[in-house]
């Protein structure tokens, strides 16, 4: 029995197990957009090309709409006896418009035509992806913009460490997600060569014209080498990669609002749309949304590691092994998409508690440093001797139970008569973050500009 669309070569139907395992439709119907794109432009260069009829093109590409019409209107019928997109949208050709169907697959193989659908797929959601992460910068800029001045204590190792601005904190994050656009945009710009036309792997002796093709589907260039346009995966290995990354820098921020969120920090404030409660303690108020963005780039970075198995051991150029790599990056794309979606949702709705960010950023005798940049001015003392002196002090305060800026000038001077008075003027935390201005700097001067700054690149 001859089996559909690999012809006469074989007289049995696969055995059930085999088409089990070989069936992509499940998954690869996603492709259906490109798919069609991908045809209706290879049609039409075969028509320009006089290797089809004008007739025949112009019968498959309003068979194509149709198609494309029935799929995105819920009347197109899908089925696993149909292996895949490619083979959907060729069976319904022949319903549509008969034997010229035949001719749309000439000087073309599924080998070229899903690496272009796939590559047509990956650039449409990086466009997609980077108008999102555009959109969460624009948040958190205006935020930061309104909490320039808004004290709070900056971590590391999560002990207290310096006073930073809340507007601060912020930015970083703006400046985490313009690196992440800037790897996709990397990714996008070396995925833009057209594997169309490469055929099965050698090209083909029909008299094509592959740079009428890449040009209609917005590609650059047409991939220089066949062996190489049929088999790379790259762009969706690299996408993959700037994915994982911008994921790993959504859930530190979705992390931080865990902490922060929680009674024990008590830093901000979560509403009821993005919290949940319990079944059975009804105090509870739980920050749902980011522990779920929190956990989400274990799908992403597994969707990378799985195809960088996948390709590792494979010779050129095409192997079936390859089908492995949709269900992943679909995967994947979309839900790096929801991440920013809901990152977006929550930086608006949190509200920082002002009076406790403050209270905590005086915490943990965070000026500290202040106070040994202080004397290194001062007095003009090495910074090893300052910082010595300083950690007496902070000791004597510990063991006395008292903050820094609750020391007496005699306290200080118990440790070093070299102390002047006004060392006692640095200890604030308001004065601490006004004094940081270097370039990047925490002062809130710095923070309104930096803010300002992103908003006006950003287009607001």
Known sequence: MANRMWGGRFGERPDEILE?????????????????????????????????????ADKIARGLDTILSEIESGKFKFTRALED???????????????????????????????????????????RLDAALAGLQRALAEKALLHAATVMPGFTHLQTAQPVTFGHHLLAYVEMLARDRGRLADARKRLNESPLGAAALAGTSFPIDRDLTAKALGFDRPAANSLDAVSDRDFALETLAAAAIAAVHLSRFAEEIVIWASPSFGLVKLSDRFTTGSSIMPQKRNPDAAELVRAKPGRIIGALVQLLVVMKGLPLAYAKDMQEDKEGVFDALSTLALMIAVTEGLVRDLEPDEKRMKAAAGEGYSTATDLADFLVQKLALPFREAHEITGKIVSHAAANEKPLHRLSLADMQGIDKRIPQDALSVLSVARSVASRTSYGGTAPKNVRAAARKWLKRLGQ
Do not use: C, P, W
């Open 20 to 56: 089990e395992i070989n069936a992509s439709i499940d998954f690869d119907r996603a492709l259906y957009a490109q798919d069609i794109a991908g045809s209706k432009a290879h049609v039409s260069m075969l028509a320009k090309q006089g290797i089809i009829g004008a007739e025949d």
């Open 85 to 127: 997109i490619h083979t959907h949208v060729e069976a319904r050709l022949a319903e549509l418009v008969g034997q010229a169907s035949g001719r749309l697959h000439t000087a073309r193989s599924r080998n070229d035509q899903v690496a272009t659908d796939t590559k047509l797929y990956v650039r449409d959601a990086i466009d």
